[in-house]
């Protein structure tokens, strides 16, 4: 018994040759019924969604960036206003307040950057998967300014696709193929 050949695509790779025959393939992609989430653009320059027409890709940095710098504000409040009331003996230096304003709005600040600059740096890096060990869809041809779309769509016809993708200008399109970077 003859084994019937798929005609949908389990992942194509296109290399274009600069951002706008790119954007363009991703217009007509969309025409095509290709949806965004079967499409992954691939850079090695930042390229943002705006440049591609692709919507804004969700992210948790600032929401994260805001939890660390509120938790700064508040380990700096307490060293400032509570920590002082700690002692048994309050420390009074000449006629100055328990609280002096002029050093707590340094420590304030300091610890408030000091919490927003660690949770940032905490969250592009576990947002970013990094590091990553699993096989990823490459093409050598990245890095030396190309840019690759890789499209995995189930409910279109390969065929389509890769007609769509070279007459938007591919230099190539081959079955994209996970490789251990």
């Not at 389990?10 to 954007?23: I, K, N, Q, S, T």
């Not at 309050?90 to 927003?116: C, D, H, K, N, R």
């Not at 890789?150 to 230099?171: N, P, R, S």
Request: with cysteine; hydrophobic share 45%.
């Amino acid at each position: 018994m003859a084994e019937k050949k798929s005609t949908t695509s389990h992942g194509l790779l296109a290399v274009f040759p600069d951002l706008e025959p790119a954007a363009n393939a991703v217009e007509g992609l969309r025409a095509l019924g290709v949806d965004d989430a079967c499409m992954n653009v691939i850079s090695g320059v930042p390229v943002t969604e705006a440049m591609l027409g692709r919507p804004p890709q969700h992210s948790n940095v600032p929401r994260v960036a805001m939890g660390g710098a509120i938790l700064g504000f508040s380990a700096g409040s307490f060293l400032a206003f509570i920590a002082p009331f700690m002692y048994a003996y309050p420390i009074q230096v000449s006629t100055q307040a328990y609280v002096p304003w002029p050093p707590s709005f340094v420590l304030l600040f300091e610890l408030t950057m000091l919490g927003m600059l660690l949770s940032t740096f905490l969250a592009v890096f576990l947002d970013s998967f990094f590091p990553n060990y699993r096989p990823m869809k490459y093409v050598p041809e990245i890095s030396d300014g190309k840019i690759a779309i890789v499209v995995e769509c189930e409910h279109v016809e390969e065929k389509k696709i890769m007609d769509t993708l070279k007459k938007f200008g591919a230099e190539s399109v081959k079955p994209a193929e996970a490789k251990q970077l």
